[in-house]
């Protein structure tokens, strides 16, 4: 073999990038997870405060969950059904990126919006670049 296919650069740079990213969500998994009942200034939080962050650390941790079979189905199953998953999870790290900035109301808003949500988009065209390269026949 001389070198390496486009598809397996393609394929490579899906895998790491995919990697990377669910290293960042297992990062932010598990400091909502530990921080949830924190409060650094002023009094403890309320129950209902605890609760409020434990919903959004269950919901980080599904996103962490979502992302890791993804890669997996990736990794896998990189012909068949991998691809679809993949980019599933992708749209739904899309959505649920806006949801946390939008909704938990994380500043300055841009600033997230570029670091999630640009990592999330190449990705998904790494994932449509490698969809339209034909497949290779061996001889």
Same mark, same amino acid.
């Given at each position: 073999?001389?070198?390496?296919t *486009?598809k397996?650069?393609? #394929?490579? /740079?899906?895998?790491?990038?995919?990697?990377?990213?669910?290293? $960042?969500?297992?990062?932010?998994?598990?400091?909502?997870?530990? =921080?949830?009942?924190?409060?650094f200034?002023?009094?403890?939080?309320?129950?209902?405060e605890?609760?409020?962050?434990?919903?959004?650390?269950?919901?980080? /941790? =599904?996103?962490l969950i !979502?992302?890791?079979?993804?890669? =997996?189905?990736f990794?896998?199953? #990189?012909?068949?059904?991998?691809l679809? +998953?993949?980019?599933?999870?992708?749209?739904a790290?899309i959505?649920?990126?806006?949801?946390?900035?939008?909704v938990? $109301?994380? /500043?300055?808003?841009?600033?997230?919006?570029?670091?999630?949500?640009? *990592?999330?988009? /190449?990705? !998904? =065209?790494l994932? +449509? !670049?490698?969809?339209?390269? *034909?497949k290779?026949?061996?001889?």
């Amino acid at each position: 073999m001389a070198g390496w296919t *486009p598809k397996q650069i393609l #394929s490579g /740079s899906i895998v790491v990038l995919a990697m990377l990213e669910c290293l $960042g969500w297992a990062i932010g998994t598990f400091y909502n997870w530990i =921080l949830r009942d924190a409060n650094f200034f002023g009094p403890p939080p309320t129950a209902a405060e605890v609760s409020v962050n434990t919903q959004f650390a269950v919901l980080v /941790s =599904l996103i962490l969950i !979502l992302n890791v079979a993804g890669t =997996l189905a990736f990794i896998l199953r #990189s012909g068949g059904y991998g691809l679809p +998953v993949l980019a599933a999870a992708q749209a739904a790290d899309i959505l649920g990126t806006i949801f946390f900035i939008y909704v938990r $109301g994380a /500043s300055p808003k841009w600033t997230f919006l570029e670091v999630g949500a640009v *990592p999330i988009l /190449s990705l !998904l =065209l790494l994932a +449509v !670049l490698w969809r339209a390269f *034909p497949k290779r026949r061996e001889i």
